[in-house]
C-alpha cells in the first residue's frame, strides 16, 4: 500500500505561482504513475497532470502554466503552477497508481487548497 501527503497548498494572488509537492511512501517512486486531480466547490474532481515516465500529460485548462516533476530519489512528486487564475481555486490532490489507464483506482492523499485570489 502506497501512503501519499501533499503539501504547499495557500492563498494567492492572480498570476501568482504556487509549487504543491506530494511525498509517496510504501513503494519507489520509480515504479508508479504519479498524477494531480483537483476539485472545485459543486464541481467533479478533474484531471489535472499525470506522468506514466515516458510521458507527461496535462488538461488543456492548464497545459503551458503547470509543470509536473518527479524526484524519485526524494519520492516526492511536484506540481509548479504559474500565472494562477481564480478559475484554478480547488482542493489539489495527488494520486499514484500502476498503470495510467486506471490511476483513479490508486492510492490518494487527503488534497490541500489552493485559493487564487481576484
Known amino acids: 500500500q502506497v501512503q501519499v501527503v501533499e503539501s504547499g497548498g495557500r492563498t494567492v494572488q492572480t498570476g501568482g505561482s504556487l509549487r504543491l509537492s506530494c511525498v509517496a511512501s510504501?513503494?519507489?517512486?520509480?515504479?508508479?504513475?504519479p498524477g494531480w486531480f483537483r476539485q472545485a466547490p459543486g464541481k467533479e474532481r478533474e484531471f489535472v497532470a499525470a506522468?506514466?515516465?515516458?510521458?507527461?500529460y496535462y488538461a488543456d485548462s492548464v497545459k503551458g502554466r503547470f509543470t509536473l516533476s518527479r524526484d524519485n530519489a526524494k519520492n516526492t512528486v511536484y506540481l509548479q503552477m504559474n500565472n494562477l487564475t481564480p478559475e484554478d481555486t480547488a482542493v489539489y490532490y495527488c494520486?499514484?497508481?500502476?498503470?495510467?489507464?486506471?490511476?483513479?483506482?490508486?492510492?490518494w492523499g487527503q488534497g490541500t487548497q489552493v485559493t487564487v485570489s481576484s
Open positions: 506522468d506514466d515516465g515516458p510521458r507527461t
Open positions: 494520486v499514484v497508481g500502476w498503470i495510467l489507464r486506471t490511476l483513479r483506482d490508486g492510492s
Open positions: 510504501g513503494r519507489p517512486l520509480s515504479n508508479l504513475v
